[in-house]
C-alpha cells in the first residue's frame, strides 16, 4: 500500500506563490509517474501536470500556456513539488497529488494512489 500525503496549502492573496508538497510513503514507486489534479469549486477534477521518475514534465495546455506552475521531484525524499506563482483567484480548489506506475500519465484514470488533497485558497 503506498500512502501520499500533501501539505503546503493555504489562503494567499492574488499574486503570491506557494509551494505545494507530497510525501509518499509504503511501497516503493520503481521508475513511476507522479502528478498533480485540482478540483475547482462546482467544477469536476482536472489535470494540472506530472512528472516522470527522470524528471520529465508534462502539464495541462492551460498551465503550459501561462507558465505558472512547475512540477519537481525529490527521489530521495519520495517527495514531489507543486510550486505555484503568481497566484490567481481561480486557482482556487482542492489540489491533489497522484502515483502511478506507469512512466507517464496525464489522465487521472492512469493513476493507481491518491493523497486527500490540499485545499489552496486565492483572495482577489
Known amino acids: 500500500q503506498v500512502q501520499l500525503v500533501e501539505s503546503g496549502g493555504g489562503l494567499v492573496q492574488a499574486g503570491d506563490s506557494m509551494r505545494l508538497s507530497c510525501a509518499a510513503s509504503g511501497r516503493t514507486f520503481g521508475s513511476g509517474a507522479m502528478g498533480w489534479f485540482r478540483r475547482a469549486p462546482g467544477k469536476e477534477r482536472e489535470f494540472v501536470g506530472t512528472i516522470s521518475w527522470s524528471g520529465v514534465t508534462y502539464y495541462a495546455d492551460s498551465v503550459q500556456a501561462e507558465g505558472r506552475f512547475t512540477i519537481s521531484r525529490d527521489n530521495a525524499k519520495n517527495t514531489v513539488y507543486l510550486q505555484l506563482n503568481r497566484l490567481k483567484p481561480e486557482d482556487t480548489g482542492v489540489y491533489y497529488c497522484?502515483?502511478?506506475?506507469?512512466?507517464?500519465?496525464?489522465?487521472?484514470?492512469?493513476?493507481?494512489?491518491w493523497g486527500q488533497g490540499t485545499q489552496v485558497t486565492v483572495s482577489s
Open positions: 497522484a502515483a502511478t506506475l506507469r512512466t507517464i500519465a496525464t489522465m487521472a484514470i492512469q493513476y493507481d494512489y
